[in-house]
């Protein structure tokens, strides 16, 4: 069963810095792997979407790689603003065929101070 | 972007009634849908995928007379929370696929309290 890890669960930062989130996932036929924020008690909001056969995804302060042979993927947020306080989750689709639905790691909840 | 709406955003109920909630995709139409649900300060966690035309597919854990789906339009389907009880209080959340990319477009949520 395919298991999505994401480290750190918790990160506080000053406002301006560059940071770095991770993701891991136990079975790399993946078809494609999402990137979301959540903001509290609120529905996602989708950030990127790579496809196995990319390496990475840019939109504007947010860069998304992937690395499927080791199982992971990193979010670099450039410049942090305290608009940036959410929670991050990261979300696996398998290769399996079909429609099938995704598989979430538990989240890193990201406090940007001012 | 796709846009996929869900109803109500909050409801709360007594301990025994049940809950019909609505996902819509607004802009697209969508023969797969997906129900999430996400207790507090954990992540989603897929329930079932509904189909268009035909009966849904449950995750395992998840008891499908309870949690009644149905997928009655390519734009519209409804998950019933049946006989509820308190544990089943919660936030369930929908995505449909969208685009040749299939990327999931999620609704905004709805917030279940059972008293």
């Known amino acids: 069963k395919q298991e999505v890890t994401q480290i750190p669960a918790a990160l506080s930062v000053p406002e301006g810095e560059n940071l770095v989130l991770n993701c891991s996932f136990t079975?790399?036929?993946?078809?494609?792997l999402q990137w979301f924020r959540q903001d509290p008690g609120k529905g996602l909001t989708s950030l990127l979407l790579?496809?196995?056969?990319?390496r990475e995804q840019t939109s504007g302060r947010l860069n998304a790689s992937l690395d499927k042979s080791s199982g992971r993927s990193t979010l670099y947020i450039a410049a942090s603003q305290p608009g940036d306080s959410a929670t991050y989750l990261c979300a696996v689709r398998y290769s399996g065929g079909g429609a099938d639905g995704l598989t979430f790691g538990k989240g890193t909840h990201l406090i940007i101070q001012p | 972007g796709a846009v996929v709406s869900q109803h109500p955003s909050r409801v709360i109920c007594k301990s025994g009634t049940s809950v019909k909630i609505e996902c819509r995709s607004l802009d697209f139409q969508a023969t797969t849908m997906f129900w999430y649900r996400q207790f507090p300060k954990k992540s989603l966690m897929l329930m079932a995928t509904s189909n268009e035309g035909s009966k849904a597919t449950y995750e395992q854990g998840v008891e499908k007379d309870k949690f009644l789906i149905n997928h009655a339009s390519l734009t519209l389907s409804t998950l019933t929370v049946t006989s509820a009880h308190p544990e089943d209080s919660s936030f369930y959340i929908c995505?449909?696929?969208?685009?040749?990319?299939?990327?999931?477009?999620f609704g905004p949520g709805t917030r279940l309290t059972v008293t």
């Open positions: 995505s449909a696929p969208g685009g040749r990319s299939y990327e999931q477009y």
């Open positions: 790579i496809q196995s056969s990319q």
């Open positions: 079975d790399s036929a993946i078809y494609n």
